[in-house]
C-alpha cells in the first residue's frame, strides 16, 4: 500500500462520499428538498412560496440565507416550517432527511428541531415528536435496505427568545427511550443569554440528560463562557468564537487565554458549521475559518452541515471544501468521525459500536482503494 493514501489531499468525490461521516448538528427544517416543499405547500394550500419551480427555489433558498439581512434569512424558515404543520409532512421530511443523509455516506446523525414551530394546525408536542420519531424510523429502515445504514439520534430544541425551555425538556426526558438523545436551544443569541433558561438546564442535569446550546455563533466568549460554566453544557453548537480567546504571539505560537484552556482541556466538543458560519458572517472564508487553528490545536473539533437547504450542502460537501482548504486527507476525515462520535449523545456502548464496527474498517478499506490508485498512477 502507498503509505501517503491516509494523507493525499484532495480527497476524491467518490470517496469523500463513501467515507463514513458522522453528523451532530443539522436542523429538520433547514434540510427539505425543494421538490417536497412544494408538493406540501400544494397539498396544504399554501401560496407564500416564492417560487414553484424546485431549482428555482433551490437557488432562491441558498441567496436568502447568504444576503446578510436577518429578514431574508428567517424567512427561508417561515417557508419551511409552514409547510410542515400536518402529521404526515413532519413524518415525510424526516424520512426524506434519513435517507438523504444515509445515501451522503453519513453513518450517525443527530439531528434537531423545535416542537413548538409546529403547532399552527392544532398538533400537540407529543404528536410531533411522535410523527417525527416516525419518520426517522421509516428513514432509516429505507436506508438499511438500499444498503446505506445510519442511526438517528433526535435533539428537541427550544427557542432562545421563547420562555418553553423547561417544557419542550421534559419532553426530550420523556422520549428518551424512544430516540430523542438530548436537548438543544437556538435562536437569536445577542441579548438572550442562555442563563435564561438555567430552570430548563438544571432540571436536565438532575435526569442525567444531555444537552448542547448554540453559543459563540453570532456572539462572542461572554455566551460560551455562560453556556459552560453556568448552564453546564455538553457541547456547543458553532463556538466558533473560542478562537477570540486565542492570541497568536510574534514568534508565531499561539497562546490560550483560559476559556479557550478550558474548552480545550475538558474536550468539549464544538459542532462547526463551515459553510453555515461564512454565510451568516461568523467566520470570514472557508480558507480562514478557524477550524483549521482549532484542529492543529488538538480542540475537539467536529464538522457538521446546520442548514443543508439554505447552504445549498451536505457532509461530503463540507468535507470536500475542508480536504481543499486545509490540504486534509482521509486520515484528517476520519479524525473528524471518531471525533463527532466520540461526542455523540447516544450510550458509550453504541458509539464504540460505530466507531470500531463503521468508522476504523470502511476507512482502511478505502484508504487501500485510494493507495491501488495512486500506485497506477505511478
Ligand atoms: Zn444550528
Given at each position: 500500500m502507498v503509505s501517503d493514501a491516509g494523507s493525499y489531499a484532495p480527497v476524491p468525490s467518490d470517496l469523500v462520499r463513501r467515507a463514513p461521516k458522522v453528523l451532530l448538528h443539522d436542523h429538520l427544517d433547514g434540510g427539505l428538498r425543494p421538490e417536497t416543499i412544494i408538493d406540501l405547500a400544494r397539498t396544504d394550500g399554501y401560496d407564500g412560496l416564492p417560487s414553484t419551480d424546485p431549482e428555482e427555489l433551490r437557488t432562491w433558498?441558498?441567496?436568502?440565507?447568504?444576503?446578510?439581512?436577518?429578514?431574508?434569512?428567517?424567512?427561508?424558515?417561515?417557508?419551511?416550517?409552514?409547510?410542515?404543520?400536518?402529521?404526515?409532512?413532519?413524518?415525510?421530511?424526516?424520512r426524506e432527511a434519513a435517507e438523504d443523509l444515509a445515501a451522503d455516506g453519513v453513518v450517525y446523525a443527530e439531528v434537531r428541531f423545535a416542537p413548538e414551530l409546529h403547532i399552527e394546525?392544532?398538533?400537540?408536542?407529543?404528536?410531533?415528536?411522535?410523527?417525527v420519531l416516525a419518520g426517522f424510523a421509516e428513514g432509516q429502515r429505507l436506508a438499511e435496505s438500499a444498503g446505506n445504514p445510519i442511526r438517528i439520534g433526535v435533539l428537541l430544541t427550544a427557542i432562545r427568545?421563547?420562555?418553553?425551555?423547561?417544557?419542550?425538556?421534559?419532553?426530550?426526558?420523556?422520549?428518551?427511550?424512544?430516540?430523542?438523545?438530548?436537548?438543544?436551544?437556538a435562536g437569536a443569541e445577542a441579548g438572550f443569554p442562555p442563563t435564561r433558561h438555567l430552570d430548563a438546564f438544571e432540571y436536565l442535569r438532575r435526569e442525567n440528560a444531555h444537552f448542547t446550546i448554540h453559543?459563540?455563533?453570532?456572539?462572542?466568549?461572554?455566551?460560551?463562557?455562560?453556556?459552560?460554566?453556568?448552564?453546564?453544557?455538553?457541547?456547543l453548537g458553532h463556538g466558533v468564537r473560542i478562537?477570540?480567546?486565542i492570541e497568536i504571539a510574534p514568534d508565531g505560537e499561539p497562546i490560550l487565554g483560559r476559556l479557550a484552556a478550558y474548552v480545550r482541556d475538558c474536550r468539549?466538543?464544538?459542532?462547526?458549521?463551515?459553510?453555515?458560519?461564512?454565510?451568516?458572517?461568523?467566520?470570514?472564508?472557508?480558507?480562514?475559518?478557524?477550524?483549521?487553528?482549532?484542529?492543529?490545536?488538538?480542540?475537539?473539533?467536529?464538522?457538521?452541515?446546520?442548514?443543508?437547504?439554505?447552504?445549498?450542502?451536505?457532509?461530503t460537501h463540507e468535507m470536500e471544501l475542508l480536504s481543499e482548504a486545509f490540504g486534509y486527507g482521509l486520515d484528517d476525515l476520519q479524525w473528524f468521525a471518531v471525533n463527532a462520535m466520540k461526542s455523540a449523545f447516544v450510550p458509550f456502548d453504541e458509539r464504540l459500536a460505530i466507531i470500531n464496527g463503521r468508522i476504523k474498517p470502511e476507512y482502511d478499506s478505502l484508504r487501500a482503494v485510494l493507495a491501488e490508485r495512486l500506485t497506477e498512477r505511478a
Open positions: 433558498f441558498v441567496e436568502a440565507a447568504s444576503s446578510g439581512s436577518l429578514e431574508r434569512y428567517l424567512e427561508t424558515f417561515a417557508h419551511t416550517v409552514a409547510v410542515t404543520q400536518t402529521a404526515d409532512a413532519l413524518r415525510r421530511v424526516a394546525k392544532g398538533l400537540d408536542e407529543h404528536q410531533i415528536v411522535e410523527e427568545t421563547a420562555t418553553h425551555s423547561r417544557r419542550i425538556a421534559e419532553l426530550a426526558v420523556e422520549y428518551r427511550d424512544q430516540g430523542v438523545v438530548g436537548f438543544d436551544i453559543a459563540g455563533e453570532a456572539f462572542g466568549l461572554p455566551s460560551i463562557w455562560e453556556a459552560l460554566q453556568w448552564c453546564g453544557a455538553d457541547r478562537v477570540d480567546d468539549i466538543p464544538l459542532e462547526m458549521c463551515p459553510s453555515s458560519n461564512v454565510q451568516t458572517g461568523a467566520a470570514e472564508s472557508i480558507d480562514h475559518h478557524p477550524i483549521g487553528l482549532l484542529r492543529r490545536l488538538g480542540f475537539r473539533v467536529t464538522v457538521n452541515t446546520d442548514n443543508r437547504l439554505m447552504s445549498d450542502t451536505s457532509m
